[in-house]
């Protein structure tokens, strides 16, 4: 189906020479008068509108779905970001303590609570030093508020977990 003006101007000259015009007398008035071919114009535009109209629902639904699915992907996004934030500053603190520096408790609270096994492992291997460089805290100020937030008590039973 061509839409372009210039197919529409060839289509009705290729009309108008294949049907040959043919005069018929109408029978009200006796005079001749040209036979237009037998076409129904109207309704074709109808159906051309409602199958456009067809085509842009299914667009505007196709346009719908891609912006939910960003949406919800960007939702995702974030919470991967924030994962993978957090086990950066995991990382980062167990290095630290690997090496036999020292390190803020807050940096030690923060790695206990978001990756126990690694602060376990960061312990283990830990390898002392005679000058350990003390740090400063990776955490970032959120960081801190949602880290100790969390805690609500140190225990505090006589000095036992004091003693290993």
Do not use: H
């Not at 005079?31 to 109207?42: H, S």
């Not at 000058?131 to 039973?157: F, N």
């Amino acid at each position: 189906m061509e839409l372009s003006v210039n197919g529409q101007r060839r289509r009705a000259a290729q009309a108008a020479k294949a049907a040959p015009q043919v005069e018929a007398k109408t029978p009200a008035a006796g005079k001749t008068a040209l036979q237009k071919p037998k076409t129904d114009k109207l309704s074709w535009s109808r159906q051309a509108l409602s199958f456009l109209q067809e085509v842009n629902r299914q667009d505007m639904e196709k346009q719908r779905k891609l912006l939910e699915a960003k949406q919800r992907g960007s939702g995702e996004l974030d919470a991967l970001t924030k994962a993978l934030k957090t086990m950066e500053n995991c990382r980062k603190i167990a290095q630290r303590i690997m090496r036999g520096d020292k390190v803020p408790p807050q940096d030690e609270r923060y790695l206990m609570e978001n990756d126990p096994d690694g602060y376990k492992l960061a312990l283990v291997c830990r390898k002392p030093k005679e000058k350990p460089k003390e740090w400063e805290s990776v955490l970032k100020d959120e960081d801190r508020e949602s880290g100790t937030g969390t805690e609500t008590a140190a225990p505090d039973s006589g000095g036992e977990a004091a003693e290993c």
